[in-house]
């Protein structure tokens, strides 16, 4: 298991067997009280899939955070090497989730936001945090990687940003 130090103090990893790892602890076996967790993988994911399991992940973020509940305590795990592009404003919509990326580096996940200056994440809603993402922006005039209208309490904690 790849074991290492990522955001504020907390290990992160990818067991073979046991999947995801917080802490040394398999994600999926942390408390119900965590709320549901969703996972994302641009690799071997599948648009239709339920998100359940890192062998039914779902294709972007976007689709992940839309089968949250708000403010459950639900998580979206992000896989190791994934890579998106977020092409237009894109609503996450659903307050009080937090989005985990795993890996370390330049295998962190990539959301890269291209093709008009409006393409961005738009969040209207509280308490969404961002965990170990890297984000980087393809197009000349990006106004806004993050639009928050009315949002409170919003995180990002270990994430990179560049201009490509």
């Given amino acids: 298991m790849g074991v290492y130090k990522s955001i504020m103090g907390s290990l992160f990893g990818v067991d073979t067997d046991l999947g ?26 599948n648009a239709g899939s339920t998100g359940k399991g890192p062998d039914n992940a779902v294709t972007t973020i976007a689709l992940a955070v839309a089968k949250c509940r708000a ?34 580096g330049r295998s962190r996940p ?9 393409s961005g994440y738009t969040i209207a809603v509280d308490n969404v945090r961002f965990f170990n993402i890297r984000f980087a922006a393809n197009f000349l005039s990006i106004a806004a990687a993050f639009t928050l209208s009315t949002a409170k309490g919003f995180r990002l904690d270990g994430c990179r940003f560049k201009d490509t």
Avoid: C, W
């Avoid at 790892?21 to 967790?37: C, E, K, L, T, V």
């Avoid at 994934?82 to 989005?99: D, F, N, Q, R």
């Fill in 20 to 45: 995801p790892m917080f802490n040394g602890q398999p994600i999926s076996a942390m408390p119900r009280g965590f709320g549901r967790d969703f996972y994302v993988d641009s690799v071997t994911g």
């Fill in 71 to 104: 403010n459950k305590g639900d998580r979206v795990i992000v896989m190791e090497g994934h890579s998106e592009t977020v092409s237009a404003a894109t609503a996450l919509g659903v307050a009080g989730v937090t989005i985990i990326g795993l890996g370390q």
């Fill in 110 to 118: 990539l959301v890269t936001f291209d093709t008009a200056n409006t």
